[in-house]
């Protein structure tokens, strides 16, 4: 052995003790038997057995192989979990590593840019602060000249009298001093001109009103959106490193005539939303404070469920799990039903709520506005807690329009937040953070004659965006970058609230025809 120690040819050697050679078997010792050598596997005890062990009646009856054909099927499971270490499951590992890694380095630049950008933002501020100083203290000079030149003017004409009546006064002393009679009845009496005293000018001065920095300036600046880390034991899969929020779902392309499936005839008047429960079953609101499930092959009433307050819901959602949840603009609240049993979820303060979803993680979106209607935000909850605000864009101008009017929420496949706003006649689409990605201002088909007026919004599996364009009776498609698709028309009157179900079919709350329609519109 020696020259396999010293050559080179050692490199490719693998040099074992006699007793791990491979050219015999090492049968093990038995644990019951030490004198005894294990040359039979017993199945049912999942254990190698001596001659003694099968003698002793232990294993009667039990099925026994022989050791080696045993060891033989256990060498080829562990080749192939060795095979799969090597080839597939270790690389994996290295990728994912790779993957956090790259992770790591985007996210400490991506730190750095929002950073970088507060910080520009700072000395942007910094810069029209000093404009803004720069003319108050222009505007208080002009003021001040503008009220000098007024007094000093005043000061010329009362010290020009003043030299007058100097004069007046010599003029007088001498007349009451000379013998000259002529003289005397030559002075003129004017005393009676003074007698009527110089106004008073009173400057008003202008008064500096500070505002509020402490209240103020964070509405000013500007303020972060709340970060947030979140774990899918489903994100890396043995093909890929590639990190999704769902598994992509198959490709579907659009009908070139949607279809009509059914129609759900409730006689509910003013039919405002529409929520899918299952493929079987679909949520209403009225404008009452009931809450109606239908069966929408039957098209028969299976449920109604009554508001806690007894106020009309302003909008209605289903969670993950199956259950109810409305908004109550009046009561201030969010609300589910968990086995018809109300129970309050969130009391809000100073806002009331409008829209509401239920999102792919578990948390609900809200959309609410301020008591004076004059500001909007969406806000994420998980349960009762309040994890993330979004009401700014990054010029710290409001991403909603203010005003009461119909406002209503939805989350995309790819978990941007989709806001549909009748007032700005819009569709404002953010991403997961809160940053602005676009605004769809509408495409008006050429017969129609109404603007855009967006109600009801939702998505479907390839992430299009529909909402219901009420005056002009048709649903617009839209992708998810805001790009127009197409519309569908399918005959509707006054389309209002939208939804769809787990196999892409779309159903419309017609308000005034107290009709819901189930819509195909996608291969």
């Known amino acids: 052995m020696g020259e396999h120690m010293v050559s080179d040819q050692s490199i490719n050697h693998k040099v074992v003790g006699i007793q791990a050679r491979k050219c015999t078997s090492l049968y093990p010792g038995c644990t019951y038997h030490s004198k005894e050598r294990c040359k039979m596997f017993c199945k049912q005890c999942d254990t190698p057995v001596c001659i003694s062990c099968i003698e002793s009646n232990q294993h009667l009856g039990h099925e026994l192989s022989k050791l080696l054909r045993v060891l033989d099927e256990r060498k080829d499971m562990i080749i192939k979990e060795r095979d799969e270490l090597n080839d597939t499951i270790y690389p994996t590992y290295q990728d994912i590593a790779s993957d956090v890694q790259n992770r790591m380095s985007q996210l400490q630049k991506e730190y750095d840019d929002l950073s970088t950008a507060i910080t520009k933002h700072g000395e942007d501020c910094h810069r029209e602060i000093d404009k803004l100083v720069k003319k108050l203290k222009a505007e208080v000079d002009e003021m001040k000249n503008t009220q000098l030149q007024t007094l000093q003017k005043h000061l010329d004409e009362i010290n020009n009298k003043l030299s007058n009546m100097k004069e007046e006064m010599n003029s007088l002393e001498i007349a009451i001093d000379t013998n000259d009679l002529s003289k005397l009845f030559s002075v003129t009496l004017n005393v009676h ?8 000018i009173i400057p008003s001065l202008p008064k500096f009103i500070p505002g509020k920095i402490q209240e103020e300036l964070h509405k000013f600046f500007g303020a972060l959106s709340s970060s947030s880390l979140t774990s899918d034991k489903h994100g890396y899969s043995m093909n890929t490193t590639q990190r999704s929020p769902k598994s992509s779902p198959p490709v579907k392309q659009l009908l070139d005539e949607p279809e009509t499936v059914t129609t759900i005839n409730t006689g509910l008047e003013s039919l405002y939303s529409v929520v899918s429960l299952s493929n079987e079953e679909i949520w209403t609101r009225v404008y009452s404070k009931t809450m109606k499930l239908y069966s929408i092959n039957q098209g028969s009433l299976l449920k109604s469920i009554t508001t806690k307050s007894g106020n009309r819901p302003y909008d209605i959602a289903v969670t993950k799990s199956g259950d109810l949840v409305y908004t109550d603009y009046d009561d201030r609240t969010v609300n589910i039903v968990k086995n018809e049993r109300i129970e309050e979820v969130i009391r809000l303060q100073n806002w009331k709520p409008k829209g509401v979803c239920s999102t ?28 993330q605000t979004i009401q700014f864009d990054d010029k710290c101008k409001p991403l909603y329009s203010s005003g009461s009017d119909n406002k209503y929420v939805t989350e995309n496949r790819n978990l941007d937040i989709c806001v549909s706003e009748r ?3 819009a569709v404002v689409v953010v991403n997961q953070k809160g940053k602005l990605r676009f605004r769809y201002t509408g495409h008006t088909p050429s017969s129609k004659n109404h603007s855009f007026s967006p109600k009801g919004i939702t998505t479907d599996s390839q992430s299009h ?13 839209i992708d998810q970058d805001g790009q127009f698709l197409r519309y569908i028309d399918c005959g509707l009157n006054f389309p209002w609230g939208l939804c769809t179900d787990t196999n892409d079919n779309l159903f419309v709350a017609e308000c005034v025809y107290k009709q819901v329609m189930k819509i195909k519109y996608l291969q």
């Open 465 to 477: 965006i529909l909402t219901a364009d009420y005056f002009n009776h048709c649903v617009h498609i």
């Open 193 to 200: 001109t003074y007698r009527n005293l110089p106004i008073k």
């Open 360 to 387: 792919s993680s578990g948390d609900l979106l809200v959309i609410m506005i301020s008591d004076d209607n004059k500001q909007t935000k969406v806000v994420r909850y998980s349960g009762s807690t309040e994890k």
């Open 423 to 425: 007032g700005a006649k």
